[in-house]
Nanobody
């Protein structure tokens, strides 16, 4: 079985920064694309960023230039560094192991951007 656990969320002021972490276990971490999604109240879950098994990254237009996805192979962890945060970034953030038709999901971590 595969387990993904997100952490690092919380309350942050507009313009601030926050780093989310996703710890993985139960599979060969280095062989798969990892992704971050988010879901705001009343909205569809959307792809925020992903990083492939060979290190290529992709970002949603709404976060490009502000967010950075990375992975630490030794720690089996993927990160989402979020800078210049805006209130519209408020959402539950989920990490996803991209494998098969559904992938594997963590439980999510709440990010609230507010003054």
């Amino acid at each position: 079985q595969v387990h993904l656990v997100e952490s690092g969320g919380g309350l942050v002021q507009p313009g601030g920064s926050m780093r989310l972490s996703c710890s993985t276990s139960g599979t060969i971490f280095t062989s798969y694309t990892m992704a971050w999604y988010r879901q705001a109240p009343g909205k569809q879950r959307e792809l925020v960023a992903d990083i492939t098994n060979i290190g290529y990254t992709n970002y949603a237009d709404s976060v490009k230039g502000r967010f950075t996805i990375s992975r630490d192979i030794a720690k089996n962890t993927v990160y989402l560094q979020m800078n210049s945060l805006k209130p519209e970034d408020t959402a539950v953030y989920y990490c996803n192991l991209v494998v098969g038709p559904l992938g594997y999901w963590g439980q999510g971590t709440q990010v609230t951007v507010s003054s």
